[in-house]
């Protein structure tokens, strides 16, 4: 087990691109979670899921931000349109519904120039 | 939106002395937890503490809860300078369905 994975783990981007993020969670994890972090600030809740369904979606969250988990595994977290204030740390974690403990990954970072 | 707020912001000490860190949170909870993170890194799990419990240890750690206050704490003894890192306190409050709430952290510095 290698823990959490995150993919790309820097991406640099021009205004109104998409960009698309990667997370592998632990895989007996059937909980997982995205959260964002800028600098200085503690992590801000987007998502999580449970399995394949998604349970909650941030209400400060812009309609063009989206994620999936097909099948329960990876999941995926795409912006469409980027705009300079998406530039963050997106973390991902996993945990096992019922105990409480998130393992996070080491995050994705975001420059949108 | 953010539940927790951990006090002080930033804490410089000196290798060997201990740290304590706060962190206040306005709902009830199921338990509280608290993460430490690297400069750049991912958070990592330091320890968990449930509502029903008012004080836990983890090997140099000691974390205390008082949920009347809606406070905890988290206590480092004997400082090292690997111990340089944000701290965290995240909150699962009480019908959130295991959904963790970050305050803003701490930065620990602790000096050689």
């Known amino acids: 087990d290698t823990g959490v994975s995150q993919d790309p783990r820097h991406k640099i981007t021009k205004r109104g691109q998409n960009v698309t993020f990667r997370c592998d969670p632990i895989s007996e994890h059937n909980r997982l979670y995205w959260y964002r972090q800028t600098l200085g600030q503690g992590p801000e809740f987007l998502t999580y899921f449970q399995n394949e369904a998604q349970l909650e979606k941030s209400r400060l969250l812009s309609d063009r931000f989206s994620a999936e988990r097909p099948k329960g595994s990876f999941s995926t977290l795409e912006i469409q349109r980027t705009e300079q204030g998406d530039s963050a740390m997106y973390l991902c974690?996993?945990?096992?519904?019922?105990?409480?403990?998130?393992?996070f990954g080491e995050g994705s970072r975001l420059t949108v120039l | 939106s953010q539940q927790g707020e951990e006090d002080p912001q930033a804490l410089s000490i000196q290798e060997g002395e201990n740290a304590t860190m706060n962190c206040s949170y306005k709902?009830?909870?199921?338990?509280l937890q608290w993460y430490r993170q690297n400069s750049g890194r991912g958070l990592v799990h330091l320890i968990l503490?449930?509502?029903?419990?008012r004080e836990k240890h983890s090997g140099r750690l000691r974390v205390t809860l008082d949920t009347s206050k809606k406070s905890s704490s988290l206590l480092i003894t004997a400082s090292r300078a690997a111990d340089t890192a944000s701290y965290f306190c995240?909150?699962?409050?009480?019908?959130?369905?295991?959904?963790?709430?970050f305050g803003k952290g701490t930065l620990l510095t602790v000096n050689p």
């Open positions: 709902t009830s909870i199921n338990n």
């Open positions: 995240a909150t699962e409050q009480l019908g959130s369905n295991y959904k963790l709430t």
């Open positions: 503490i449930r509502s029903n419990e």
């Open positions: 974690a996993s945990s096992l519904f019922l105990v409480g403990e998130l393992f």
